[in-house]
């Protein structure tokens, strides 16, 4: 049987709920109805992006995962194409989590964990070379277990490549007692595969559970890759969503150099200072070589909100990674984004004081700041903000020497006392000049802001249709700001798919 593109799988009455919630966003992938968590196999294949994705089309809660798959030539605008894979009787009949797309000569294979009871093991299914039909492997799972002997928290979630004449993957878990980890394997077929052993391991016990760079007792979605070629390339970058007992609390990332079957860090650092809004991200190199990321903004509204939204979930904008000089990364969202700017609404120099100015409007916008602050100087965006203030969310930096701290104030981004308004903040750099330059884009509840590279994502609900102001304010500072009212992406299917 063919199987059905996403939105054709979801109830009418599903879709007609999900499109109705003012919360949606308009220019972000979403599921068309149900719940979407994790990017999957991301891969350019003659010219085309596909996106693939952990999907429920029966509600808006994680349960029986499905791969959704689309497929885009501008990254932004994305076309339904049939689901990739669908949970089955055997060791995926309770959902096909999180995996990869590699190609194994000619034939596009996926590797992801299949879900069965209460745990995953690695599974593997081939491709039509147009990347539409996919068949499980009849000897799935093909590692039928986690390594003998080892006390492991969790087990699934997969990064694989190619190197010499073999493959190689890592597995995302947890050593009881010690803390996540990433375990290696090689295989000559993607089929048999051998354990060569932990490529690197954290430790739980240091820091806090509550810390934003703990390092948690289980490392989801793996993800390693090394930024550029040659005499070029950045430090190697090892990627984790780190868990605990069912908590999802942060994406992080390892600096560091992988070399033989180890992984030695130089530094950890948080991959998104919102969080978990950013969550189990996924990156693969384009035909062009360069480095894509995105990454599942969860919400921060209760379950039983979402399950009457009729969806839940949003991928982010496709963000373009690369290296900084002090071995850390940076972000900022791929250009092919700007095509979505429908109409300047902005342009303009402000001296910013303690009077907050209003400077425009809107729930899908594109803001861009150079903001310059003397040392020890702030400035303060508040953004969809009614013009009393009763809602407003607001983004602060200070300034001092050559960071400046970024902080997310959400306590007044929503009249709804059910939602999330946590704050967020930390370290993002200062340009020589004290100049630091921020993005902004805001679709309806999605956030996701870049300064300097540093990004912060997150989400907000506020109840009132007139909270839409952005206003700037701010002590010795000044900016240059443009701004942009953004075009909705609208659903596209496969005529006939
Ligand atoms: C991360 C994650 C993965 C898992 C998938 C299940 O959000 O929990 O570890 O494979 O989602 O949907």
Same mark, same amino acid.
């Given at each position: 049987?063919?199987?059905?593109?996403?939105?054709?799988?979801?109830?009418?009455?599903?879709?007609?709920?999900?499109?109705?919630?003012?919360?949606?966003?308009?220019?972000? @992938?979403?599921?068309?109805?149900? *719940?979407?968590?994790?990017?999957?196999?991301?891969?350019?294949?003659?010219?085309?992006?596909?996106?693939?994705?952990?999907?429920?089309?029966?509600?808006?809660?994680?349960?029986?995962?499905?791969?959704?798959?689309?497929?885009?030539?501008?990254?932004?605008? *994305?076309?339904?194409?049939?689901?990739?894979?669908?949970?089955?009787?055997?060791?995926?009949?309770?959902?096909?989590?999180?995996?990869?797309?590699?190609?194994?000569?000619?034939?596009?294979?996926?590797?992801?964990?299949?879900?069965?009871?209460?745990?995953?093991?690695?599974? =593997?299914?081939?491709?039509?070379?147009?990347?539409?039909? *996919?068949?499980?492997?009849?000897?799935?799972?093909?590692?039928?277990?986690?390594? &003998? #002997?080892?006390?492991? $928290?969790?087990?699934?979630?997969?990064?694989?490549?190619?190197?010499?004449?073999? *493959?190689?993957?890592?597995?995302?878990?947890?050593?009881?007692?010690?803390?996540?980890?990433?375990?290696?394997?090689?295989?000559?077929?993607?089929?048999?595969? $051998?354990? =060569?052993?932990?490529?690197?391991?954290?430790?739980?016990?240091?820091?806090?559970?509550?810390?934003?760079?703990?390092?948690?007792?289980?490392?989801?979605?793996? !993800?390693?890759?090394?930024?550029?070629? #040659?005499?070029?390339?950045?430090?190697?970058?090892?990627? @984790?969503?780190?868990?605990?007992?069912?908590?999802?609390?942060?994406?992080?990332?390892?600096?560091?150099?992988?070399?033989?079957?180890? @992984?030695?860090?130089?530094?950890?650092?948080?991959?998104?200072?919102?969080?978990?809004?950013?969550?189990?991200?996924?990156?693969?190199? !384009?035909?062009?070589?360069?480095?894509?990321?995105?990454?599942?903004?969860?919400?921060?509204?209760?379950?039983?909100?979402?399950?009457?939204?009729?969806?839940?979930?949003?991928?982010?904008?496709?963000?373009?990674?690369?290296?900084?000089?002090?071995?850390?990364?940076?972000?900022?969202?791929?250009?092919?984004?700007?095509?979505?700017?429908?109409?300047?609404?902005?342009?303009?120099?402000?001296?910013?004081?303690?009077?907050?100015?209003? +400077?425009?409007?809107?729930?899908?916008?594109?803001?861009? /700041?150079?903001?310059?602050?003397?040392? #020890?100087?702030?400035? $303060?965006?508040?953004?969809?903000?009614?013009?009393?203030?009763?809602?407003?969310?607001?983004?602060?930096?200070?300034?001092?020497?050559?960071?400046?701290?970024?902080?997310?104030?959400?306590?007044?981004?929503?009249?709804?006392?059910?939602?999330?308004?946590?704050?967020?903040?930390?370290?993002?750099?200062?340009?020589?000049?004290?100049? +630091?330059? /921020?993005?902004?884009?805001?679709?309806?509840?999605?956030?996701?802001?870049?300064?300097?590279?540093?990004?912060?994502?997150?989400?907000?609900?506020? $109840?009132?249709?007139?909270?839409?102001?952005?206003?700037?304010?701010?002590?010795?500072?000044? &900016?240059?700001?443009?701004?942009?009212?953004?075009?909705?992406? #609208?659903?596209?299917?496969?005529?006939?798919?």
């Amino acid at each position: 049987m063919t199987a059905l593109p996403a939105l054709e799988l979801v109830s009418a009455e599903l879709a007609a709920r999900a499109a109705r919630d003012p919360h949606r966003p308009a220019f972000h @992938f979403t599921a068309p109805a149900g *719940w979407l968590n994790d990017p999957n196999g991301l891969t350019q294949r003659d010219g085309e992006y596909h996106l693939f994705y952990q999907f429920n089309p029966d509600a808006p809660v994680h349960h029986r995962i499905h791969w959704g798959h689309a497929v885009s030539t501008d990254l932004v605008h *994305w076309r339904d194409l049939p689901i990739a894979l669908t949970p089955s009787a055997g060791p995926d009949e309770d959902g096909c989590w999180s995996g990869v797309l590699v190609y194994d000569g000619e034939v596009p294979t996926i590797v992801y964990s299949g879900r069965h009871g209460d745990r995953e093991l690695p599974c =593997v299914a081939t491709g039509s070379a147009d990347l539409v039909e *996919w068949t499980k492997e009849p000897a799935n799972p093909v590692i039928a277990a986690p390594p &003998a #002997g080892v006390d492991v $928290t969790a087990f699934r979630d997969h990064c694989v490549w190619r190197e010499g004449d073999v *493959w190689r993957q890592l597995i995302g878990s947890g050593i009881r007692g010690q803390g996540g980890t990433a375990f290696l394997y090689e295989s000559p077929d993607l089929r048999a595969w $051998t354990y =060569v052993g932990p490529l690197l391991v954290g430790d739980s016990s240091d820091g806090e559970p509550g810390a934003p760079d703990w390092t948690g007792t289980m490392w989801e979605c793996v !993800d390693m890759f090394r930024i550029g070629d #040659g005499d070029a390339a950045g430090p190697d970058i090892l990627v @984790f969503s780190a868990w605990d007992d069912g908590v999802t609390h942060h994406p992080l990332y390892w600096s560091g150099r992988y070399e033989g079957d180890r @992984f030695t860090p130089s530094a950890l650092h948080r991959l998104d200072l919102g969080g978990r809004y950013f969550y189990a991200p996924q990156s693969m190199r !384009d035909e062009s070589g360069r480095r894509l990321l995105f990454g599942w903004l969860q919400e921060g509204r209760p379950d039983s909100a979402a399950v009457e939204a009729g969806w839940s979930g949003v991928m982010s904008l496709p963000r373009v990674v690369t290296a900084a000089p002090d071995g850390s990364i940076r972000q900022s969202p791929a250009p092919e984004v700007d095509a979505l700017r429908a109409e300047l609404l902005l342009d303009k120099a402000v001296v910013l004081d303690e009077e907050p100015e209003h +400077i425009t409007a809107g729930n899908q916008l594109d803001i861009e /700041l150079r903001l310059v602050l003397a040392d #020890g100087g702030a400035a $303060t965006i508040a953004l969809r903000a009614t013009d009393d203030g009763a809602e407003q969310t607001l983004l602060r930096l200070r300034r001092t020497g050559r960071t400046a701290e970024l902080s997310l104030d959400r306590s007044r981004a929503s009249l709804d006392p059910a939602v999330d308004t946590d704050a967020r903040a930390g370290s993002v750099p200062v340009g020589a000049d004290g100049a +630091i330059d /921020l993005r902004i884009l805001i679709d309806h509840s999605a956030l996701e802001v870049f300064a300097g590279g540093v990004p912060l994502t997150a989400r907000v609900y506020p $109840t009132r249709r007139d909270a839409l102001g952005v206003w700037l304010s701010g002590d010795a500072a000044r &900016a240059d700001v443009r701004a942009w009212a953004m075009a909705g992406v #609208g659903r596209q299917q496969v005529p006939g798919a």
